[in-house]
Each structure stands twice: as structure tokens, then as C-alpha cells.
């Protein structure tokens, strides 16, 4: 196998009770966000035998009839929550990316409840733990940050406490090869919030943007949690660590015997992101520790759950088709 493209963050180090191998690795863990943005993130607090739980969680609930997923359809409404037929990841089917997903949060949060799929328990159980455990790993990777720039561990913890996170998970379903010459599974974009903890299955297909301008592969690696900056970490760090465009294209096409001869597909494939967002609520700007006279502030002040509302609102609105799409549009102020 060739060498990892991102560098490879020992999460277990960065908690160790060690204060020498943590500096260590809180230290890699800064360079390479402020280098490139993504990291493969390995040792931490769960097994790769949950994760595969979570897939198979994902198989069956994307073959449900679409009945039952009709019954907890998402949208703006539902505060993104439930499931998004392929045709509803963005308003427009044509503009759509070839993708059906399901959206959930907080649990506990009341006044934006989960649409979970009903009378199957285990679902609810493991993505709530999954989603428990995303927020703790992310916490300490805030912590780990904030303290690179010498500023107490704690200081953006009180910004991010009220779990205002969300996770998607992902189907890109099997299509003819003849149909992905306009469409995408994900056209390019940043991630809206703090970090991302981004769990594939064994098909390829995610490409990052490397600081030439390149789109490279980013294949999965089995018990790795692939992690990146969200647009809101950076303007916090006021750009020194980078929020970097990604997108998902297809894996090489398999040829399949059919009863009529043979028929090329772009096999299917699935992905579970966990978003990190502040608290709603939370004023996001520039700490001053990242402001210097040579590198001046770069954002102005924005209100987290406005800005992650509009940049979601805006994706189902107009979906993100590649030719329309200009590297800047994610940082374009949407009209309200
Ligand atoms: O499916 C993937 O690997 C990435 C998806 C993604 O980037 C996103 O949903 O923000
Ligand atoms: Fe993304």
C-alpha cells in the first residue's frame, strides 16, 4: 500500500497522560491543519467492528421501501433531520448530487427532533453513541488546537457545548455509466462548522484539493476516521489552519453479466459524517491570538447557526453543479 496522503494523528497520543508524547502529537495535529486541512485520525474510542455495525445499519435503512423513508422525510422544515431523497439533495433534480442521505442530531435537543426510522431501536442506540462519541473525540481535538495558539484548553469549549452537531450519512447509490457525464456524487465544497470525522466504507471516491490546485484521492483506510477543518474553525483560527475543498467522484466502473450481455455501473457507496458546529448562538471571529500585524484578521464576526443554516439551505436550494460552480461560492453572502 502506498504512504497515507494525509499525515496519520494517533488520537489515543493526543490524550495521553504523557504531557511529551501529547505536545508531540498536538503539534502534528496543528502542522498538518494548517498545511493541508485533513488528516487520517486512528486510536480512538471506538473499534472498527462499530463501525461496520454502522454500515450495516446504512445498507438497510437505504433498502427500506421508500415508503417508510418517505415517512421521515427531512428538509429546511425539519431542520435537516430525516431522510433526503435522491432527488432532494437539492431543489432542483437535475442540479441534485447522486446521493440519498439521512440527517440527524443532538438527540436530546427537543425543539429540532431526530425523525428516526420507526420501531428499530438498535439504529437510534448506535447513532446516538456515535454521535456522543464524535462530539468528546472533537472536543479534545478543539482543546489540542486552542492550546497550540496559547490560549487555555478550555477557552472555545463554552462556544461548542450545546452539541449543536449533525451527521449525515450517505448513500451513493449504483448508477449506469452513462449518467454520471453531468452529475456528481459531491461537488466541490468546504464543510460549514469546526472539524468533520468522515467514515467511509472500502469503495474510493473522495478527492481533496491539494495546495496546487490538484485533485488527489483520499482512499479510505480501514479503522481511520478521515478529519478535516470546517469553515468555522478556520475564521476562527483566522485562516492559519485551512478549511480545504473536497468532493466526491466516482470509483472505477465494474462491468456486470446481465441476461442480455454485459452492463457497465458505477457501484454504490456509502459514508457517515459527523459535523462539528458551535453552539448556534456562538459569535464566531478571529481569536486574537491568531491576528498579528503581518497576518491581519481575514473574517469579520458571524453567528454560527446562521451561517450553518444558510450554507445548508443554500445547498438544497441549488445543489452544486460543477459547471456552475466557482471556488469562492461557499464564501459568497447568500441574499436573505
Ligand atoms: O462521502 C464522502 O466521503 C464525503 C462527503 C462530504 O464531504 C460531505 O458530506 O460533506
Ligand atoms: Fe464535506
Given at each position: 500500500?502506498?504512504?497515507?496522503i494525509f ?25 498538518s491543519f494548517k498545511d493541508v486541512g485533513f488528516i ?57 448530487d ?86 456528481v456524487r459531491s461537488a466541490p465544497h468546504t464543510d460549514f462548522g469546526t472539524l468533520t470525522?468522515l ?5 474510493g471516491g473522495l478527492q481533496v484539493k491539494n495546495q496546487e490546485g490538484q485533485w488527489v484521492d483520499a ?7 478521515i478529519v478535516n477543518v470546517g469553515d468555522l474553525l478556520s475564521r476562527?483560527?483566522?485562516g492559519q489552519l485551512k478549511s480545504t475543498q473536497h468532493r466526491v467522484v ?21 459514508a457517515?459524517a459527523?459535523f ?22 481575514k473574517f ?7 451561517h450553518?443554516?444558510?450554507r445548508?439551505?443554500r445547498l438544497?436550494?441549488h445543489g452544486y453543479l460543477p459547471e456552475k460552480w466557482t471556488d469562492d461560492m461557499h464564501r459568497k453572502?447568500?441574499?436573505?
Open positions: 500500500m502506498s504512504a497515507p499525515p496519520v494523528i494517533d488520537y489515543s497520543r493526543i490524550v495521553s497522560s504523557n504531557p511529551m508524547i501529547a505536545a508531540q502529537e498536538k503539534d502534528k495535529l496543528f502542522q487520517y485520525l486512528k486510536g480512538f474510542n471506538f473499534p472498527p467492528e462499530f463501525i461496520d455495525t454502522l454500515f450495516s445499519h446504512l445498507h438497510k435503512f437505504f433498502s427500506l421501501p421508500e415508503e417508510q423513508k418517505l415517512a421521515i422525510e427531512g428538509g429546511e422544515k425539519q431542520a435537516f433531520r430525516g431522510w433526503f431523497a435522491p432527488a432532494r439533495t437539492a431543489k432542483n433534480p437535475e442540479k441534485a447522486q446521493k440519498e442521505a439521512f440527517g440527524l442530531g443532538n438527540d436530546k435537543d427537543e425543539t429540532r427532533p431526530n425523525r428516526w426510522p420507526s420501531n428499530w431501536p438498535e439504529f437510534r442506540r448506535d447513532f446516538t453513541t456515535f454521535y456522543e462519541e464524535c462530539y468528546k473525540m472533537h472536543l479534545e481535538l478543539l482543546r489540542a488546537l486552542t492550546e497550540k495558539v496559547g490560549l487555555d484548553r478550555e477557552s472555545l469549549i463554552p462556544s461548542v457545548k450545546a452539541k449543536d452537531c449533525y451527521s449525515a450519512l450517505l448513500h451513493y447509490y449504483e448508477t449506469s455509466l452513462e449518467s454520471f457525464d453531468t452529475r470525522l467514515f467511509n466504507d472500502s469503495n482512499p479510505p483506510m480501514r479503522g481511520h476516521a476562527w483560527f483566522n466516482q470509483p472505477p466502473a465494474e462491468t456486470r453479466e446481465t441476461e442480455n450481455g454485459t452492463t457497465t455501473v458505477i457501484p454504490s457507496r456509502y457517515i459527523w462539528g458546529h458551535p453552539n448556534r448562538d456562538a459569535v464566531v471571529e478571529p481569536l486574537k491570538e491568531c491576528v498579528t500585524a503581518e497576518w491581519t484578521q469579520k464576526a458571524v453567528v454560527a447557526g446562521k450553518v443554516k444558510e445548508m439551505a438544497l436550494e453572502p447568500i441574499a436573505v
